[in-house]
Each structure stands twice: as structure tokens, then as C-alpha cells.
């Protein structure tokens, strides 16, 4: 059986998280934006530490498998 959780939750953070599709942490003018289409060097930065940290929780600590 092949185990697709790390597949499904990395690609489905990534949609999420890009920047400026849904949120952008920190905007423009105000902390937290929302919808803006708009992105800079410090909000990529921000959105990849999350992405990263939670893989990391769900792939690691929480260790999650999804089998079909």
C-alpha cells in the first residue's frame, strides 16, 4: 500500500500558503492581508517557514498516513 499523506497535505499547503492568495502575513499596510495578489521578500520568507514547520508537524510529530 502506498502511503500519499506527504503528497496530498505538501500540495494542498502549498496552494494555501502562497503568498497573497489567501492571506499574505505581513501585507502591505496592514499585518495581515487578505486576496491581494501582491507578494514581497519578507512574506515569502514567513510562508516558507510555515510551510515548512507545518509539514513538519503533521508529517513528523503528528505522523499522519493516508493509504489507498
Same mark, same amino acid.
Given at each position: ?12 499547503? $502549498? ?7 489567501? !492571506? ?9 492581508? $487578505? ?8 512574506? !515569502? ?15 513528523? !510529530? ?7
Amino acid at each position: 500500500m502506498k502511503d500519499y499523506a506527504a503528497l496530498m497535505i505538501g500540495t494542498a499547503l $502549498f496552494a494555501f500558503l502562497s503568498p497573497g492568495l489567501l !492571506i499574505q502575513l505581513p501585507g502591505k499596510h496592514k499585518p495581515l492581508d $487578505f486576496l491581494n495578489m501582491k507578494t514581497s521578500f519578507l512574506s !515569502i520568507f514567513i510562508h516558507t517557514l510555515l510551510y515548512g514547520l507545518l509539514l513538519i508537524l503533521f508529517l513528523v !510529530i503528528l505522523n499522519i498516513h493516508l493509504y489507498a
